[in-house]
């Protein structure tokens, strides 16, 4: 999953995404609403996290997300922000948002939150894939072999994730470093090729295709 962070305190900030990244998410941020349009324009994420307060304005969250919904960005959104009245709220949801969390708010509630929406925004979408003997759980980001756990690692599931979410799609290295590393590294760089085969070892050799010279994959069927 890729979620955008829209917050000018950097001291909220980078705490924030270092919390998503460290949990095996991708994540862009944004310190104003005009870097946030663009970034939401470009890149289907799957969730937002919104100041309200923004340099542009005291408003300037609830009219960013305003401008994205007249767009047809239909990503979750949650806002964060120190302002707990009910008007704010209402004026909130009201401007298309999903949720709201008041500062101080807890890294781990953050998460589940997000959770949440994603998987509600998720409803009608499969939230389980099943393959030969493997299943893989969206919502708990766990993945059972023959009715048994296997044990992955944050960046193993994600990778795991983009590949199994659309089986037969091939993926080039450069799209997944740029899904799953935030684009931290060159095309050149073996981090992919690493965790493919740490995917491999743990779940079997047909877990992951490789179309050499192009990408890889996750095996259609069941």
Known sequence: MRFLVVEDESAIRRPLVASLREAGYAVDEAATAAEARDLASDFPFDALMVDVGLPEGPQAGFDLVRDLRGRGVGAPVLYL??????????????????????????????????????R???SEVQVERHWHDLRLDWTARAVYKAGERVALTAKEFSLLEVLASHP??????????DRVWDGRFDAESNVVDTYVRNLRRKLGDDVVRTLRGVGYSFPEGE
Do not use: S
Request: net charge neutral; hydrophobic share 40%.
């Open 81 to 118: 922000t120190a302002r707990d009245a009910v008007e704010d709220r209402i004026a909130g949801l009201d401007a298309g948002g999903d949720d709201y969390l008041v500062k101080p708010f807890h890294l781990g509630e953050v998460q589940a939150r997000l959770r949440a929406l994603v």
């Open 168 to 177: 037969g799609r091939v993926y080039t290295r450069e799209e997944l470093i």
């Open 120 to 122: 509600r925004g998720r």
